[in-house]
């Protein structure tokens, strides 16, 4: 806990008296303890929040309430805490709720750490003694990098479903392993998910494709029987088969594959990239055609976890385009147009190629990747327009050669592929005199039509 905050800490643990302490608990004492830096640090006491605002506030912090019937509260000085009262709490039996319905306030910290959730996270610091409290041996778990429940498996795992998720979050960003009775409760109870809210599932969701262990995380959350309720349009790509020429996994394998091989940015678009195999194979018997379908089963599955829209018009669309040039057999010219067409997204595409390429199993290097790269920094010496806006005509020229409403937008659109292609450079007058050939075409068309 040495770090620019101990003073402001002390001094605020000199407002607790001697038998009513101010601890740090939580993921902070636990990241302390493996030598990782602390961010958000969690406060716990014997004191309930109203009994300390005016003496805190007298102190010159600022408090404010998050839920006094949790006991909880925002302390703030130069940094932020949130403070939690020692509680116990109590869940409708079998429901698996995330918040319980009823607390009953404590002094007692070894009831307050059985009520959290694994043992990892319930060590205590004493703020004022600078020295650690363990009532249930977590320590021990963090030396072992082992996640077990701070009360019995069934109790702990069975009041609030989430944990389940918090329990795979934990296993990709800290790297532990599970205990077994644990895991067994984890199993049995993973119909707990059923009870809570989509915006927390894809909160934790997020967590876990963001940890380095994140392969290691999926795979254990398909084997407890959590992502077929979390996510059952991936897991029914679980067991399916792929040509053992070109892939050495099944399907959710090789999508969990993919996931560990892209950077955090794009795991999303990794998870989903082949999501529409399973349905594919299940209609048809093959995979043909499975981005399309990958695309609309994304978007329909990114809108019921209620992610934003940006998010799912990307993730859709990587789905979609992530099969460009499958066989190697595409002209430059293909490769030019896919890549102003998705310019915007083209560093994550390639990742996203590479990593596609990595989860084989077999593959380490994507030619499509190679050949976007070679293509587009080509077009970049060749000073090609990227876009419209750098063409060098525009709307108003096309105008004043005499074309109307959709014609225009038709016309800009011939040649910027043209300049694009280099048939054409990209020059004021030459362009010109392009647009009036296609004009007096396009009126010969009418003539010969009309005559």
């Known amino acids: 806990m040495k770090d620019e905050r101990e003073e402001e800490l002390k001094r605020l643990a000199s407002y607790f008296p001697e038998n009513k302490k101010l601890y740090a608990v939580g ?10 830096q602390c961010y958000d640090i969690d406060l716990a006491g014997a004191i309930l929040p109203q009994d300390l605002q005016s003496v805190l506030e007298e102190g010159g912090f600022k408090v404010c309430e998050a839920s006094l019937r949790l006991g909880t509260m925002i302390i703030k000085g130069k940094y932020s805490y949130e403070y939690t009262a020692f509680r116990v709490d109590s869940y409708p039996s079998g429901s698996g709720v995330h918040s319980p319905v009823s607390v009953r306030f404590t002094d007692d910290i070894l009831q307050d750490a059985k009520r959290r959730d694994f043992k990892c996270n319930t060590v205590y610091y004493d703020l004022s003694q600078e020295k650690l409290v363990d009532p249930l041996g977590g320590i021990v778990d963090i030396k072992n990098g082992i996640l077990s429940t701070a009360d019995a498996p069934d109790i702990t795992l069975g009041q609030d479903g989430l944990r389940i998720m918090r329990m795979i979050r934990f296993v990709s960003t800290l790297g532990y392993g599970v205990e077994e009775q644990t895991l067994a409760s984890a199993k049995k109870l993973a119909a707990g998910l059923n009870d809570i809210s989509v915006e927390r599932i894809r909160e934790e969701l997020d967590k876990i494709l963001a940890g380095d262990n994140c392969r290691k995380a999926l795979e254990l959350l398909n084997e407890i029987g959590a992502l077929k309720i979390i996510l059952p349009e991936l897991a029914a790509n679980d067991k399916v088969a792929q040509n053992e020429k070109y892939h050495k996994y099944d399907v959710l394998e090789h999508i969990f594959a993919v996931v560990e091989n892209c950077p955090p940015s794009v795991r999303l678009a990794g998870l989903f990239h082949d999501v529409g195999k399973g349905a594919c194979y299940a209609e048809c018997g093959n995979t043909y055609l499975h981005n399309v379908i990958g695309a609309k089963i994304t978007e329909e599955v990114l809108t019921r976890l209620k992610y934003p829209k940006k998010t799912i018009e990307k993730v859709s669309r990587m789905t979609l385009e992530h099969m460009f040039d499958v066989n190697g057999n595409a002209r430059e010219v293909k490769y ?28 380490q290097n994507s030619r499509t990747a190679e050949k976007i790269r070679e293509v587009y920094s080509k077009m970049l010496q060749e000073q090609v327009p990227l876009s419209l806006s750098q063409l060098a005509v525009n709307g108003n020229d096309m105008a004043q050669l005499g074309f109307k409403g959709k014609e225009i937008g038709e016309t800009l659109g011939q040649l910027w592929d043209m300049a694009l292609r280099r048939s054409a450079e990209n020059e004021k007058e030459t362009l010109l005199s392009i647009a009036k050939r296609i004009k007096r075409n396009t009126e010969k068309k009418k003539d010969k039509k009309n005559g």
């Not at 004492?29 to 990782?36: E, F, M, S, W, Y």
């Open 27 to 36: 993921g902070c004492v636990r990241d302390a303890l493996r030598g990782k």
């Open 336 to 363: 030019r147009r896919f890549i102003v067409k998705n310019l915007d997204i083209l560093d994550d595409l390639i990742a996203l190629f590479e990593a596609d390429c990595k989860g084989t199993g077999y593959l």
